[in-house]
């Protein structure tokens, strides 16, 4: 199954620590999106990538929170200084191609908790 | 800014009813429109999609038509299926502007659908 990948799936962590999640997109798809959600909400826009370059973020990812895709590949979102309202699952999804309406193909998610 | 609502959950059915999921959506310029569905234990998966006002999506006996008119969505299916029980996600994706193709979610509407 080639379709995208996080690791790791659950993470346990304790307020003030800090957290790395990894994203590997479905090969040469050069779009790269994160998302929140958070229980009984729908997901929410974190980050854009295109290639390797970050190009929107929502006002949602406050300081602590960063993100890199070097080489257009993979992905990594940082949180640091967790606090409890961070918990939350984070999605991953990529796409490809010229349009930005093509279908984005998410990962199965890492689901956070902040003790 | 882009906002999606739909209607409030959960849905509970006996299979071979009929299901209506209601979506109305808030946008500028001229949006595409998704559903997307989150089986148990599984990752977000696109159901269908339409591009433009009148188009209908379908998929897996599910329909949609885009009805700009009324800024609506809704998702509809004959006759469900035990297997159709998961929670379902409409969505919008404004790609004018410098929007990237990030998508806009509601809420989420759980489906269970008894034998």
């Known amino acids: 199954d080639t379709g995208v990948s996080q690791d790791p799936r659950h993470k346990i962590t304790k307020r003030g620590q800090n957290v790395t999640f990894r994203c590997d997109p479905i090969?040469?798809?050069?779009?790269l999106y994160w998302y929140r959600q958070t229980l009984g909400q729908g997901p929410e826009f974190l980050t854009y990538?295109?290639?390797?370059?970050?190009?929107?973020k929502s006002r949602l990812l406050s300081d602590r929170f960063s993100a890199e895709r070097p080489k257009g590949s993979f992905s990594t979102l940082e949180i640091q200084r967790t606090e409890q309202g961070d918990s939350a699952m984070y999605l991953c999804?990529?796409?490809?191609?010229?349009?930005?309406?093509?279908?984005?193909?998410f990962g199965p998610g890492t689901r956070l908790t902040v003790l | 800014g882009d906002s999606v609502t739909q209607m409030e959950g959960p849905v509970t059915l006996s299979e071979e009813a009929f299901l209506t999921i209601n979506c109305t959506y808030t946008?500028?310029?001229?949006?595409?429109l998704f559903w997307y569905v989150q089986y148990p234990g599984e990752g977000l998966q696109l159901l269908l999609k339409?591009?433009?006002?009148?188009d209908k999506g379908s998929n897996k006996g599910f329909e949609a038509t885009y009805r700009k008119e009324t800024t609506s969505f809704h998702l509809e299916k004959g006759s469900v299926q035990v297997s159709d029980s998961a929670v379902y996600f409409c969505?919008?994706?404004?790609?004018?502007?410098?929007?990237?193709?990030?998508?806009?979610f509601g809420q989420g509407t759980i489906l269970t659908v008894h034998p």
């Open positions: 999804a990529s796409s490809s191609g010229l349009f930005s309406y093509n279908e984005q193909f």
């Open positions: 969505a919008l994706l404004n790609a004018g502007g410098t929007s990237y193709g990030k998508l806009t």
């Open positions: 946008a500028t310029g001229y949006p595409s």
């Open positions: 090969s040469e798809h050069n779009r």
């Open positions: 339409a591009t433009k006002a009148d």
């Open positions: 990538f295109q290639n390797e370059a970050q190009l929107e």
